[in-house]
């Protein structure tokens, strides 16, 4: 069945289309195939939302470990394989998946950086560079165009590329509030219309 994939998923997400990938997974599918579902081929405007509805039935569903046969909830699966003798004795320890870094080329010296270093790149050797260029960055995000802009590269990346939301906003806490204003929100309807009647 699905479930005993789902295990493997760290950070579920689903889109309109239907497709269900890890948050690791997709990210990285992202960044090469232009924002589409690599199932469908769908255009995904965003990168998905989490997928709550699997993350509970994962809390509430047990499958017994493959090698020693323990019952384990499917959302702790991962953790018990890292420390399962069993597991480790026949496949080994588990390997974390990482998200590879985008890579990106400097448009001044054709340097192949990480996204993460471009900016420091920049400043280092290039700080008085005026040419026209194009952004290495902007390719990577939807409905961005990529096309030549004058002025200061380095300002555009501190403009443009230094602020990254996940790293600042609690995204579960946001959609928990979210869900909370709308039962509240149609108990209050629900109350009102009572009244009325």
């Known amino acids: 069945s699905d479930w005993e994939a789902l295990w493997e998923a760290s950070g579920p997400v689903s889109w309109r289309c239907g497709s269900l990938f890890c948050r690791s997974c997709i990210a990285t599918s992202l960044k090469s195939s ?3 579902c ?31 046969d323990t019952p384990v909830c499917l959302s702790e699966m991962r953790a018990h394989i890292r420390t399962c003798e069993k ?14 870094a985008t890579r990106c080329v400097c448009p001044f ?21 005026r040419r026209p260029v194009f952004c290495p960055l902007c390719r ?28 600042f906003i609690d995204f579960n806490i946001i959609e928990e ?21």
Request: proline share 6%.
């Open 87 to 100: 597991y480790i004795d026949t496949y080994g320890p588990l390997q974390e998946l990482e998200e590879p």
């Open 38 to 68: 690599p199932y469908c081929r769908a255009y995904l405007p965003s990168e998905g939302v989490p997928a709550t509805d699997v993350v509970r039935r994962m809390k509430a569903e047990y499958r017994n470990c493959a090698e020693c």
């Open 177 to 197: 509030a979210l869900i909370q204003r709308a039962l509240d929100q149609s108990l209050l309807e629900y109350v009102n219309h009572s009244d009325t009647t």
């Open 109 to 129: 010296c054709q340097r192949e950086l990480d996204e993460d270093s471009l900016l420091d790149h920049c400043i280092t050797h290039h700080r008085s560079e």
């Open 140 to 167: 990577f995000l939807p409905n961005e165009n990529p096309g030549t802009f004058q002025g200061s590269l380095i300002r555009h990346l501190q403009v443009n590329h230094t602020l990254f939301y996940g790293n």
């Open 34 to 36: 232009k924002w589409t």
